[in-house]
């Protein structure tokens, strides 16, 4: 075992770690920023509770100043009138009230210029001879009025009267502090008057500071809201006033408080500091407290490598026991000389087997020997290879084998059982170049194949023939007999197929029911006929099953290059071509593709686009050919036929245009289109009159025709009763149940139904009876032969009669000729239409013939 040269210390306490350092220094940091934090906090209390005592300190001397001010006022203003010669003669003794009051010598004046309240003349025996309340005379005594003695005020003032000096008191008046000022009254140096000897009369004027004049003594002096003090009113700074006896005036004002208004500014941006500042400590700490983790972690990692050490022998031999590989060791030689437990249970096979034979007896790697591997890769280590042993039940296993040199002694490795991942590998490969229906190859390999062989057939100037092998009538066999069944068919379809190749030919299946055949030339045409022929015979024969008869044949698209196409994109799709043809003309056998044919695609590709662009631009015209009731040669209705006015072209009839449309998903907006104008110019029609308009099985597969017929009404007005669709057997044919359906809910809606060409298709009595039609129109085909067969006169009259048994009103297509509609008119059909009666009308031809005819 290897000795750790990390040394724990002796006293086994473990250092501190960074991360506890880191820790530490983290709880430090926010004790300091505490601390700091609340020292700015309480200095700012401190200066702005300094702030705000100033301020009231201010404040109260402000207020006693004011007070002061004021009492300053009323002795200077007292004492104008009373050491005044005119005063003393006009209110000493008597009072001169013609001067005094009428002349607002002394009075009145004080009231309106100053807001004294009261002034008195107190006579030399200390009554009051003169008063003055509020601007008015009154005979009121100054001890009446103010609710106290007043002599000794008189008495104070006429002790300073010898110093022309006046006596001022603060006092109470009903709990109002009022400014008192006594004076006597002297002639002062005035000297047209002789002062007698008598006591000096006094006057005396109060002053009350009344809630409104404390305001205002305040406001003079920049203090807000001067008042008495309210108890219990913190809001309000203090100032005390010690008036005459010691009362004390407590007065209180709307303090500034500057501050406090400093701690609400301050206070919050202190905090927000104190948050950044530990917001940004802290995210870096955190950063240095990982650091410190990540530090102590590979700390701790040192201290327990020597453990793990020696955990990791018995870890290994647990390992080599667990996993899946085995170990296995072998002389310079290639004799096997160990090999671990796992390789029995892997196996089955027994060590002692494999154990002193040369390696090379027991494995076979895929070019030659593992040993002669081994050697060569003297040196290297780690380097893999595949190779494979027969196991205990005598099954080939694929092992990778991994592998170094161990020195002189030999080579050592792993064994690894990839068995089952080189199956799924080898399945993956398989299903993407197969269909996994059939097991036939894919489009891809198909692909694969073309490429290749066109090359080598190319350069051997070989002709390779490409047969593009397609189902008809499948589509009913997946609908009605389910896709399992369809998937059986198909299997055996591609088995008989199969059949028909020789080894070094594909079939490939490259869609539903499609399947590709790559013949290798020379091969002649008839060859090749025969082929085909063989190919739909064997197809067309009945496949059982689950006791059913299924029958399907095909049809056959041949391109062959490389005289049709040298590549494999062209020549797929000119066998689909060719295909394309061979169904046209009638299923159930072959054409060559030629380049018309192509030729002929093109052109369909053009009048295609071509038709996209009439339908939006207006390029349709609808004709209308009438409908006659063949008893009375009464006009009972029309049939829309729609045109295609092309630029280039002139005027299309339908049947080089609807097969387009309804090939290319265009039917629904030609649909759409015929409808509404055919039902518009009907509205315009006498009432009497239908309009009959054909509509595709294709629209019926598209879905929403209930919707678009009802619209087409609504937005004509035309009523359901007036309009007829004409659907043909291939309606029901298609997808019987969903026709039945569609037909059931436009009956709903009020619009009749008639079954179109009749007698061209196989059961069309059957249908008769199970779907809601209203009338039958006989196909033309059987009309232009009357008179000259007597059976399709018959045909006609079972016909007829049998409409009549299902009350359907019988139309006969194709009236040529007079014989015609004589015969018919014979056999009691109800309605005709024709040539012979009218051709079809274009919509101001139509408009014509309904105004003679209504004439
Ligand atoms: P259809 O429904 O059998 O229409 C009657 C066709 O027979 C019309 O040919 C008409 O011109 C022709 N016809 C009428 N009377 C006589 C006659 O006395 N002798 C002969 N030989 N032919 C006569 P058209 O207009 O070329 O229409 C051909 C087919 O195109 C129609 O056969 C119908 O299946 C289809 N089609 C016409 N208009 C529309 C349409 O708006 N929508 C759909 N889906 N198909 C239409
Ligand atoms: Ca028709
Ligand atoms: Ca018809």
Known sequence: MLKSSFTSPASGARPASSTSLAQASLVTFCASLAVVFALAVSLSLYFARGLDSTEQAQGQSLVQKSIEAERRLLQLTIKDYSFWGEAYRHLHLTVDMEWA?????????????????????????????????????????????????????????????????????????????????????TPSTDPTVQADDRLPS?????????????????????????????????????????????????????????????????????????????????????????????????????????????????????????????????????????????????????????????????????????????????????????????????????????????????????????????????????????????????????????????????????SLIMLTIDLDRFKPVNDLLGHATGDRVLYEIGARIRQCVRSQDIVARVGGDEFVMVVAGPIGHEEIEALCRRLIELIEQVIEVDDQDIHVSASIGIAVSPGDAAHAPELLRYSDIALYEAKASGRGTWRFYDGDMNARIVERRR???????????????????????????????????????????GLLAPDAFIPIAEDTGLITALGDWVMNAACRQASQWPEALFISVNVSSKEFQNGQLVERVKAALQRTGLTAARLELEVTESVMLEDADNALTLMRALKALGVRLAMDDFGTGYSSLS??????????????????????????????????GLGRALSLTVTAEGVETQEHLRLLDSVACDEGQGYYLSRPLDGASFEELLLTACH
């Open 101 to 185: 009051y009428v002349r607002e010598n002394f009075g009145p004046a004080l009231y309106d210029d100053f807001g004294y309240q009261a002034a008195f003349v107190i006579g030399p025996s200390n009554r009051s001879v003169y008063a003055v309340i509020d601007g008015k005379y009154e005979t009121v005594a100054a001890a009446d009025w103010l609710g106290r003695p007043v002599d000794e005020w008189v008495a104070a003032a006429r002790g300073l009267a010898d110093d022309e000096k006046v006596f001022t008191a603060l006092t109470s008046l009903a709990g109002t502090p009022a400014l008192v000022v006594a004076a006597a009254i």
């Open 202 to 462: 006094v006057m005396l004027v109060v002053n009350r500071l009344d809630p409104q004049r404390l305001e205002t003594l305040g406001a003079n002096m920049g203090l807000q809201g001067v008042r008495m003090a309210r108890p219990n009113d913190a809001t309000a700074a203090h100032a005390s006033l010690t008036g005459e006896h010691g009362t004390a005036f407590d007065l209180q004002w709307d303090a500034v408080r500057p501050g406090r208004q400093m701690i609400i500014v301050v206070l919050p941006l202190i905090v927000l500091t104190t948050l950044i500042i530990f917001g940004m400590t802290w995210v870096m700490l955190r950063r240095n407290t990982r650091a410190a983790r990540a530090l102590d972690g590979s700390h701790e990692l040192l201290r327990n490598s020597q453990a793990a050490l020696a955990q990791s022998e018995s870890r290994f031999r647990d390992v080599a026991e667990a996993s899946s590989d085995w170990i296995w060791e072998t002389d310079c030689d290639g004799r096997v000389t160990y090999l671990s437990d796992r390789f029995e249970a892997v196996t089955g096979l027994d060590k002692a087997h494999w154990l002193g034979t040369c390696i090379d007896e027991r494995v076979d790697l895929p070019d030659g020997s593992l040993l002669a591997w081994l050697r060569s890769n003297d040196g290297h280590c780690n380097l893999t290879t595949e190779c494979s042993y027969v196991d205990v039940h005598l099954h080939r296993r694929t092992a990778r084998i991994a592998a170094r040199t161990i020195g002189v002694q030999g080579f050592r490795g792993t064994a690894t059982d990839v068995t089952e991942e080189i199956e799924a590998r080898r399945r993956v490969e398989y299903l993407s170049r197969h269909d996994v229906l059939t097991g036939l190859p894919n489009r891809s390999q198909l692909r694969d194949y073309l490429e290749s062989r066109l090359e080598n057939a190319l350069a051997a100037s070989q």
């Open 607 to 649: 009048l295609e686009s071509d038709l996209r662009y009439a339908i939006k631009h207006g390029e349709l015209r609808l004709h209308y050919q009438p409908r006659f009731r063949i008893s009375d040669g009464q006009m009972v209705g029309a049939e829309a036929l729609v045109r295609w006015q092309h630029p280039q072209r």
């Open 767 to 800: 249908y008769l009876r199970s779907f809601p039609f209203d009338g039958l129109k006989i196909d033309r085909s059987f009309v232009s032969r009357l008179g000259d067969s007597q059976p399709d006169l018959a045909i006609i009259e079972a016909v007829i």
